[in-house]
Nanobody
Framework: QVQLVESGGRLVQAGGSLRLSCAAS????????MGWFRQAPGKDREFVAG????????YYADSVKGRFTISRDNAGNMMYLQMNSLKPEDTAVYYC???????????????WGKGTLVTVSS
C-alpha cells in the first residue's frame, strides 16, 4: 500500500514558476514508476509527466515538454514537478500517481493522491 500526498499548488502569474511535491508513505517507493497527471475544470484527466522506477528516465506530454521537469528522490520517498513558464492553460488540479506496472495510462496507475490546485492567472 502506498499513500501519496501532493503539495505546492497555489495561484501564480503567467510566466512564473512553481514546484510541486509528492510525498509517498510505505516501503519500496523505488519499485514504483511515478507520474504527474492533471485535470482542468470541465476536462478529462491527462498525463503530464512520468519517471521510471529504476533508471529515472522521464517522459512528458507535448504540452509541457521543455517547461516542466519531473524528478524523484527514492531515499526520501519524494517526487517533484518543477514547472516553469507557466501558462493559464496549465491551470488544473495536479495529481501524483504510482504504478508497479509500466507506462502511464490513467487506468493503469495503482495509487493516486488527492491532488493540489495550480491556478495560473493571465
Amino acid at each position: 500500500q502506498v499513500q501519496l500526498v501532493e503539495s505546492g499548488g497555489r495561484l501564480v502569474q503567467a510566466g512564473g514558476s512553481l514546484r510541486l511535491s509528492c510525498a509517498a508513505s510505505g516501503r519500496m517507493f523505488g519499485r514504483y514508476a511515478m507520474g504527474w497527471f492533471r485535470q482542468a475544470p470541465g476536462k478529462d484527466r491527462e498525463f503530464v509527466a512520468g519517471i521510471r522506477r529504476s533508471d529515472s528516465v522521464t517522459y512528458y506530454a507535448d504540452s509541457v515538454k521543455g517547461r516542466f521537469t519531473i524528478s524523484r528522490d527514492n531515499a526520501g520517498n519524494m517526487m517533484y514537478l518543477q514547472m516553469n513558464s507557466l501558462k493559464p492553460e496549465d491551470t488544473a488540479v495536479y495529481y501524483c500517481a504510482a504504478t508497479l506496472g509500466t507506462g502511464w495510462l490513467i487506468g493503469g496507475m495503482d495509487y493516486w493522491g488527492k491532488g493540489t490546485l495550480v491556478t495560473v492567472s493571465s
